[in-house]
């Protein structure tokens, strides 16, 4: 069964709204989330690797201040895309591993649609 | 930091021939190297991956080889059918333990003909 899920699985929005994904791991606590971003047939990307109840590590390049990340839980990081323009849109995809692991799962992915 | 080529970028093969998918890596640290299938529109999902401990792995049709001295690894997809068409990716992350970042490959777009 699935390890990961993502909410919603794509979404359409106008430009300058903000957008919430939402990444459950469902088997174990994952202490460690990370986020990606993939444009059309290119490769995954990191964002930003969260650590539960501590402040997200946003890649070089990455504004933190317009992709928010919160790691509530063992079970839960979400990612808000703020202010989105056309240009925000792009696959987001979530990854969790558990602190004893290297095994890392991928969620199913978002696809987001700035209009 | 961590650079990893991996080749081809595309590759088709006949159903039942084998698919071989190259990556090279930089950083001598690194000591886990998983490979990931993704199919269109969906999320990669681990295919098997292999530990610097280890020369080769097997799963069933899938085999991946590990070669630390000259920093390259190798998937091998044997007996390929249609449902094994798909991008794949090699990765490589140098330390141990589920929180660190992975490096990713470019990618490979297999495409098994039948």
């Known amino acids: 069964g699935a390890v990961v899920s993502q909410h919603p699985s794509r979404v359409i929005c106008k430009s300058g709204t903000s957008v919430k994904i939402e990444c459950r791991s469902l088997?174990?606590?994952?202490?460690?989330m990370f986020w990606y971003r993939q444009f059309p047939k290119q490769s995954l990307m990191l964002m930003a690797t969260?650590?539960?109840?501590?402040?997200?590590?946003?890649e070089q390049g990455v504004e933190k201040d317009k992709f928010l990340i919160n790691h509530a839980s063992l079970t839960l990081s979400t990612l808000t895309v703020t202010s989105a323009h056309p240009e925000d849109s792009s696959f987001y995809i979530c990854?969790?591993?558990?602190?004893?692991?290297?095994?890392?799962?991928f969620g199913p992915g978002t696809r987001l649609t700035v209009l | 930091g961590e650079n990893v080529e991996q080749h081809p970028s595309t590759l088709s093969v006949q159903e039942g021939d084998s698919a071989v998918i190259k990556c090279t890596y930089s950083?001598?640290?690194?000591?886990?190297f998983p490979w990931y299938k993704q199919e269109l529109g969906k999320g990669p999902q681990l295919i098997i991956d292999?530990?610097?401990?280890?020369g080769e792995k097997k799963d069933q049709r899938i085999a991946v080889t590990l070669n630390k001295t000259a920093k390259h690894f190798s998937l091998h997809i044997t007996e390929t059918q249609p449902e094994d068409s798909a991008v794949y990716f090699c990765a490589a992350s140098p330390l141990t333990g589920g929180g660190n970042k992975l490096t990713f490959g470019t990618g490979t777009q297999l495409k098994v003909e039948l």
């Open positions: 969260s650590n539960e109840g501590s402040k997200a590590t946003y």
């Open positions: 990854k969790v591993s558990s602190g004893g692991s290297d095994t890392q799962y």
């Open positions: 292999i530990r610097s401990n280890v």
């Open positions: 950083d001598s640290a690194s000591n886990y």
């Open positions: 088997d174990f606590q994952a202490t460690t």
